[in-house]
Nanobody, 124 residues
Framework: QVQLVESGGALVQAGGSLRLSCAASGYVFNRYAMAWFRQAPGKEREFVAAITWSSDRTRYADSAKDRFTISRDNAKNTVYLQMNSLKPEDTAVYYC?????????????????WGQGTRVTVSS
């Protein structure tokens, strides 16, 4: 079955950087788009970034543009989220997710497989 395991969350000061990783297994990784979502305390889960199966396209939430970069290494079955210039409002549990359809574009937020999340705390 699909398994997604996030890592890299930590406590960091505002202005700092973190790189999150998500190791995937149980399916053919290079056939599916991947995404990162986050959920802050008391808020709904929100989309952060996505990348196609071939890395030819990416998509970002406005809050992530120019600060976060999503990438993937299909040889390692891993997707990454590089986060720079972190702000206290980036504090959340970050989840990686797999798109429901093979070879999909990023037009629809249809992600049905999730990891357990990794916590990011940004102090002011």
């Amino acid at each position: 079955q699909v398994q997604l395991v996030e890592s890299g969350g930590a406590l960091v000061q505002a202005g700092g950087s973190l790189r999150l990783s998500c190791a995937a297994s149980g399916y053919v990784f290079n056939r599916y788009a991947m995404a990162w979502f986050r959920q802050a305390p008391g808020k709904e889960r929100e989309f952060v970034a996505a990348i196609t199966w071939s890395s030819d396209r990416t998509r970002y939430a406005d809050s992530a543009k120019d600060r976060f970069t999503i990438s993937r290494d299909n040889a390692k079955n891993t997707v990454y989220l590089q986060m720079n210039s972190l702000k206290p409002e980036d504090t959340a549990v970050y989840y990686c997710a797999r798109h429901d359809l093979m070879y999909s574009d990023l037009a629809h937020l249809s992600y049905g497989s999730w990891g357990q999340g990794t916590r990011v705390t940004v102090s002011s």
